[in-house]
């Protein structure tokens, strides 16, 4: 069986392992310009951009050395939040694909490599396979006579800017302040100019990158900090973006954290998703939020965690609006993808219409959330390990549990769901030991 080399979120990896090496990014280069050729059936045209971490001027150099060598013509965007990416070229005719150098919301010393197409968004598996197939194969033959060129792209920012004012009215955010976590990432300088040219008020914080604070104890996995900012600033809400800006948490202004169950539920109250019958969720959605749905006759479909299975359900489904707990909001009027800036922009205006500042939503199930660090992910469905899960699973006939290993972290996610929480943390917490203590041993 043909191996894939992404994973849930395209290629992600700690900098100088895997592919992402000097000897190995250029070959991949090469890998993607010649699946671009074969697949548009013409001399590929790259938007390219990135996060702040260090280590994507190594990374985007490297690459470019391979997508030149196959004639590929690169526009580098530099700084940009991959909806942004996203944005531009499926509004263009121009580009045929887009190219982002992120590892989202990991720690600086990782990066990763998403690619998008024009039309269809994220990458199909059997576009991932054609790829990695070429990347393993190595047997490229480049024409050094029919080299592609490299050129500054200096638009993006505006592009981007201008589409959102394209669907929101001017200075509808006048008289709100709201604060912005920008994780010291892509987001840093873009976003609080938008929200100020909607007339916000708007308090930046975390919007310093120095290529080795982009997601630090700060962000969309770490809202603390916005919602001390929101409290002390007296903000009517805040908003919490991951490194690459695809993802987006809230915060009301009573200082409560909003997670994507949350965020889904309020825009249903929005008159482009309110007539909504079907929701795409993931197994990782609340309990509480599928009752509630159903309250409302209207249904949950859970797929697999990633927003690119989010996005590909709600196609099946024909579904307008989905999302992960995590933060990816899919909005199909807008786009095929998450973004955290728009989704905001979104949030904000279902808020003033229905005022609900505080964001009330749903009863929440009690959830536990335990992550264990593993070198190897073992096969969970090994006898030994599968009895362990199982028997646990008994211990909760009114709750949920979920075992499952990260698709862009090497840890596994344990999800423990049942209406008393001090069963839920009990179940959790036997679970992640016996667990920890298989997974620590070699095979």
Same mark, same amino acid.
């Given at each position: 069986m ?7 979120d ?17 070959r ?8 671009a ?12 951009g ?5 280590s994507?001027s190594?990374v ?17 965007a530099h700084?940009l ?75 993006a ?18 008289g ?31 919007n ?26 007296n903000?009517?809400?805040g ?5 690459d ?6 915060v009301?202004? !009573? ?6 169950? $949350?965020?889904?539920?309020?825009? #249903?109250?929005?008159p @482009?998703? &309110? %007539?909504?019958t079907?929701?795409?969720?993931t ?22 965690v990633g ?19 995590s ?7 807008y ?5 955290g ?15 609900n ?13 335990? !992550?264990i660090?593993v070198?190897?992910?073992? $096969?969970?469905?090994?006898?030994? #390990?599968?009895?362990? @899960?199982? &028997? %646990?699973?008994?211990l ?48």
């Amino acid at each position: 069986m043909q191996r894939n080399i992404f994973g849930t979120d395209g290629i992600r990896t700690k900098i100088g392992t895997n592919q992402l090496t000097l000897e190995l990014l250029p070959r991949l280069g090469m890998a993607i310009a010649q699946w671009a050729q074969e697949k548009y059936k013409r001399t590929p045209v790259i938007l390219l951009g990135h996060d702040t971490r260090q280590s994507c001027s190594l990374v985007k150099t490297s690459l470019q050395s391979g997508l030149l060598l196959m004639n590929a013509q690169i526009y580098d965007a530099h700084v940009l939040p991959t909806p942004a990416i996203c944005n531009i070229i499926h509004a263009s005719s121009v580009f045929d694909l887009g190219i982002i150098i992120s590892a989202s919301h990991n720690p600086w010393y990782d990066n990763g490599i998403k690619i998008v197409d024009a039309q269809q968004g994220k990458l199909s598996s059997l576009d991932e396979q054609k790829i990695s197939a070429r990347f393993d194969q190595n047997s490229f033959v480049a024409d050094y006579s029919m080299l592609g060129q490299l050129h500054h792209y200096s638009n993006a920012h505006t592009e981007y800017k201008q589409s959102l004012e394209n669907i929101f009215e001017k200075n509808f955010l006048s008289g709100k302040k709201i604060v912005l976590d920008c994780a010291h990432g892509a987001t840093s300088t873009i976003a609080p100019h938008i929200f100020t040219s909607f007339g916000a008020h708007v308090v930046a914080i975390n919007n310093q990158p120095d290529g080795k604070n982009i997601n630090e104890h700060c962000g969309a996995v770490h809202p603390e900090l916005l919602q001390k900012a929101v409290v002390e600033h007296n903000a009517d809400i805040g908003f919490a973006f991951d490194g690459d800006g695809d993802r987006v948490i809230a915060v009301a202004k !009573n200082g409560e954290i909003k997670n994507g169950d $949350d965020i889904l539920t309020i825009l #249903l109250d929005h008159p @482009i998703y &309110h %007539h909504a019958t079907t929701i795409v969720g993931t197994v990782m959605t609340n309990q509480g939020f599928d009752t509630y749905l159903h309250q409302r006759n209207k249904k949950l479909i859970r797929a697999p965690v990633g927003d690119k299975y989010v996005s590909e359900r709600m196609e099946q489904e024909k579904s307008i609006i989905g999302g992960e707990q995590s933060g990816h909001i899919i909005l199909h009027d807008y786009l095929s993808t998450g973004d955290g800036i728009f989704t905001a922009l979104r949030l904000v205006e279902t808020l003033i219409r229905t005022e609900n500042w505080h964001m009330e939503t749903f009863s929440k199930f009690p959830q536990v959330l335990i !992550n264990i660090p593993v070198g190897v992910k073992k $096969d969970l469905t090994l006898p030994h #390990l599968a009895a362990i @899960i199982e &028997h %646990h699973e008994t211990l909760l006939p009114q709750g949920r549990l979920l075992v499952r290993y990260s698709g862009t972290e090497p840890v596994l996610r344990i999800l423990v769901e049942d209406s008393d929480a001090s069963m839920a943390y009990s179940i959790g917490t036997q679970l992640s030991e016996r667990l920890a203590t298989q997974l620590s041993f070699s095979e």
